[in-house]
């Protein structure tokens, strides 16, 4: 009896951490290998639990826990390293720290 209820328990903890977690994909723009390392490292400072950026699609998949993340803090971590998402734009002194190989063709304000 013991056994099945620390197996109930154990099932429990491990479906809560599974539902906890939001998979979400992000574009974020960028060019080499540098700017993956980056990008990946920015989004799992700020919460993510995994991050993998694609340099040909520019696209980030990411998983992370809804309650201790979001995607809007993502996505600022990752302007403020200079890299520009969809939804936030880096500023030109943080884009301008980027390596010359990792400054991508931004595009113009409007």
């Known amino acids: ?3 099945n209820l620390m197996l109930l328990s154990m ?3 491990v479906c809560s ?6 998979p979400s ?3 974020v723009s960028g060019n080499c290998g540098s700017c993956k ?3 990946e ?3 799992l400072d700020a919460g993510a639990i995994s991050a993998t950026w694609d340099k040909t699609t520019k696209l980030l998949a990411l998983t992370f826990d809804a ?3 979001s995607t809007d803090k993502i996505e600022t971590a990752i302007a403020a390293v200079g890299y520009d998402t969809e939804h936030k734009v880096a ?3 943080a884009y301008k720290k980027l390596d010359e190989c990792c400054q991508y063709d931004r595009k113009k304000k409007k």
């Open 1 to 3: 009896m013991k056994k």
């Open 11 to 13: 099932l429990l903890m």
């Open 17 to 22: 951490f599974s539902f906890a977690q939001t």
């Open 25 to 27: 994909n992000i574009k």
């Open 37 to 39: 390392k980056h990008i």
């Open 41 to 43: 490292k920015a989004a």
């Open 67 to 69: 309650n201790k993340t």
């Open 91 to 93: 500023t030109e002194e």
